[in-house]
């Protein structure tokens, strides 16, 4: 009979949650979602190469109306056509794409990229990727906790967050695989520290590209891996001793990214004639006025507002504790450029989201302060201990509950105000004048910097 141990438990079953929840919704039967929004982007170089094999994206002249819509791209002045968006995402849909291809027909369906099957293959996608994320954060925080930290840790960031919306509701958006990519990243970083292994510091490479062409401003984990450890000045010169005498490794873990990111850069040279490529036009940062507290507590998608248990992660930096002494300086260091960064994005809010959905990329690097705070938690009373577990289990299922509303609209996804708030708190039905306490941000506005 197989054990299975109390971390494996918690992640089976928030997987069945979520799997469940996922297979009762059906939302790769509705034509207009799942390949829509952001994915329409994500997705568009797998049908473009493998379909209609035309990366220069003429073909989109010839297609229907409604296959037009499912096609975006950005047009420069002469007249060529880019994908706005880098082909991370698309890496990872990929491999089911092509099964989905391959039975399109003989299911009865299309194989124009865009029929029920292709849409079934980005869910499918994602939601393994949700599970192999939480499979590797369980390997990491074994390395530090008991299994009963670990598995209210796995519990917390699994179902306690707004990336439940982005495997249930939402799939196929870049950040459950962002999520993978740099709980693999964090990883094979502890693997490489311990043991000075070529071949986890060329996987450190490959991952690193992927991480880039997912989301480029993620680039910013390569500082925490930098500084994994270093507690002191002193342990600062050392780290660059240590990456001078290994030098030939870093020389292949960098050749290891760019074998990742080449595919984009010829892309790019195809389409544009130039090696990079800005597709983004007038959309950019203004590192003059970060938004970092709207980013954190504004009602408008706030990360903790929408996410509250993530505040244990910060919590538990602060900690006089052992464990969180290699990650403390690094970290804050990272989340200090990550924010500054992420919330310089002229669209602070990130546009259609529920919670601040660029912060559930760095959940990995934030799951060992959590399961510190937890550890300390678990080591209290239980006259303390139990009340605050009780805490955590209301939080969660309030996140269930407006996630739900954030799909009927009741969490608006970028209009929320706090009288809004406050009169669709609790509840699955509201009147007219609900919508009348919304405040819908000025996009014309917000893109020239009045955010």
């Not at 690094?330 to 959905?357: A, D, E, K, N, Q």
Request: with cysteine; aromatic share 18%.
């Amino acid at each position: 009979m197989v054990k299975i141990s109390l971390s494996q438990l918690s992640i089976a079953i928030c997987f069945v949650v979520i799997s469940s929840l996922v297979f009762s919704e059906k939302y790769w039967r509705d034509e207009n979602k799942v390949i829509a929004s952001d994915v329409v982007n994500y997705y568009g170089y797998l049908p473009a190469v493998f379909i209609y094999q035309d990366a220069s994206l003429m073909y989109w002249d010839d297609l229907d109306f409604d296959l037009q819509l499912k096609l975006w791209f950005k047009t420069n002045e002469e007249q060529e056509r880019t994908f706005k968006m880098s082909m991370g995402v698309a890496y990872f849909y990929c491999p089911l794409f092509l099964v989905a291809h391959q039975l399109a027909s003989p299911l009865g369906y299309l194989n124009n990229g865009y029929t029920l099957p292709y849409r079934l293959s980005i869910v499918l996608t994602s939601l393994l990727f949700y599970l192999l994320g939480l499979v590797i954060l369980g390997r990491i925080l074994l390395n530090y906790f008991s299994e009963l930290v670990t598995a209210i840790t796995i519990v917390v960031i699994a179902i306690g967050t707004n990336i439940i919306n982005y495997v249930i509701h939402e799939p196929g958006m870049s950040h459950v695989f962002s999520f993978f990519s740099i709980a693999a990243f964090l990883h094979y970083s502890i693997k490489w520290y311990k043991n000075n292994s070529s071949k986890n510091l060329f996987i450190l490479g490959l991952l690193t590209g992927l991480i880039i062409l997912i989301r480029p401003t993620n680039i910013t984990v390569l500082l925490f891996f930098l500084l994994f450890g270093v507690r002191s000045f002193s342990d600062f010169k050392n780290r660059i001793t240590l990456f001078v005498s290994k030098y030939k490794q870093v020389v292949f873990a960098i050749l290891g990214g760019l074998i990742v990111v080449l595919p984009q850069l010829l892309y790019w040279k195809y389409s544009t004639g130039d090696w990079f490529y800005y597709s983004y036009s007038e959309e950019g940062f203004f590192f003059n006025d970060p938004k970092i507290l709207q980013g954190m507590f504004s009602i408008r998608n706030g990360w903790l507002i929408y996410s509250p248990l993530m505040s244990l992660g910060l919590i538990g930096l602060f900690y006089k504790n052992e464990i969180i002494r290699n990650y403390r300086f690094p970290l804050l260091l990272f989340m200090l450029v990550h924010f500054y960064i992420t919330f310089s994005w002229w669209c602070w809010w990130y546009g259609g989201s529920f919670g601040m959905r660029s912060l559930i990329d760095i959940y990995p690097l934030l799951s060992v302060p959590i399961a510190v705070t937890i550890a300390s938690i678990i080591r209290l009373s239980n006259k303390v201990r139990i009340p605050i577990l009780i805490v955590f289990g209301f939080l969660i299922g309030l996140n269930f509950f407006q996630c739900r509303q954030y799909i009927i609209g009741i969490v608006h996804y970028d209009s929320m105000t706090v009288p809004a708030y406050i009169e669709g708190f609790g509840k699955l039905e509201v009147d007219g004048e609900y919508y009348d306490l919304l405040n819908k941000p000025d996009y014309d506005k917000a893109v020239k910097g009045d955010r």
